[in-house]
């Protein structure tokens, strides 16, 4: 886990490869093959198996438009990301019952994001932020730096219990292939009907930093084995979201394109799965980025908006500009 031994201000996030957010996901989600045995025994139906109960299990019914508009006025609320420039472009930030992918190549500012949304949503009692992180981008000096600049008014005492009350409601969890994400989701899932049950704090957002570092190696080869752990991760990831009126944000790099021009990896398939996708840029040597909707369930796609990254950001007092 990257950071871990990082001192932080009498409060760490919870950070763990094991995700314990509650006592229901407070094991390792222990996969029992390595990526390559995950390859052959998904080939022979077993890797399959252990996805489709969850798929199955989504039987979305039929809804009329005014039961749609009721659900989408009462239960599908909006998370600030806390850059004003997305929250303003999304009218009003990342959508509740909404998966939204953000793509852009490196140092375009998508972790960033990431991480200052969960510090935001964290703080802002809006409820838990679930964070897997795939590729060691989680780092608790960063988010403990978000919450300083948040606090600048703050007297010392007072900054360290906002610092401890965030660190408290934001759970990591590293995963580093498909198999493990879905052993994770699995978990999450039941942790989220027990949440319905018995009233416990709400997870609200569920962030994934990166989706494609754990799809890239599967897609390779002439069998669609790959394609069809690809499209399942984002049907749960969608089920997840509509079912439970979570927020799930998930990050995405780019590859060469035709004629040298970048496009989002992951390829058609995966295209039509996000509700809402973004892409990030970055002005080089300039903290100001750039963000335009590629695709969005009811706003125009081209829109754009700028956004700043403080100079005072975590990215760059630990070197990282994701």
């Not at 609200?204 to 499209?231: A, N």
């Not at 058609?268 to 335009?292: A, F, Y």
Request: hydrophobic share 35%; with cysteine; glycine share 10%.
């Amino acid at each position: 886990m990257a950071e871990s031994n990082e001192p932080q201000a009498k409060a760490t996030a919870s950070v763990s490869s094991s995700g314990n957010p509650t006592s229901s996901l407070s094991r390792v989600s222990k996969c029992p093959e390595t990526l390559e045995e995950g390859k052959r025994s998904f080939s022979d139906d077993a890797g399959f198996a252990r996805v489709q109960p969850m798929i199955e299990d989504w039987h979305q019914p039929w809804l009329n438009g005014v039961e749609l508009l009721e659900d989408s006025n009462h239960n599908k609320h909006f998370l600030p990301t806390g850059y004003e420039g997305i929250d303003v472009l999304l009218g009003g930030g990342l959508c509740e019952g909404q998966l939204t992918e953000m793509v852009g190549p490196s140092s375009s500012g998508k972790t960033q994001v990431c991480l200052y949304s969960a510090a935001l949503v964290a703080d802002k009692h809006f409820g838990v932020v679930m964070f897997v992180d795939t590729c060691n981008s989680f780092s608790p000096k960063r988010i403990a730096c978000i919450v300083d600049q948040l606090s600048s008014s703050f007297s010392g005492e007072a900054k360290e219990r906002r610092l401890k009350r965030v660190m408290s409601n934001i759970f990591c969890h590293s995963v580093f292939d498909i198999f493990a994400l879905l052993d994770v989701l699995h978990q999450l899932e039941f942790k989220l009907k027990q949440q319905v049950k018995s009233g416990d704090t709400k997870i609200c957002l569920l962030i994934i930093d990166s989706i494609s570092s754990l799809l890239t190696p599967v897609l390779g080869g002439k069998g669609s084995e790959g394609r069809l752990l690809m499209v399942s991760a984002g049907i749960i990831l969608k089920k997840l979201a509509n079912e439970y009126n979570i927020s799930v944000l998930v990050t995405n790099h780019m590859v060469g394109g035709e004629g040298g021009i970048l496009k989002p990896a992951l390829g058609e398939s995966w295209k039509s799965i996000p509700h809402v996708r973004l892409q990030l840029t970055r002005d080089q040597g300039s903290n100001i980025c750039n963000v335009s909707i590629l695709k969005h369930t009811f706003m125009a796609t081209g829109r754009t908006a700028k956004f700043v990254i403080h100079s005072r950001s975590c990215s760059v007092q630990d070197g990282r500009g994701r």
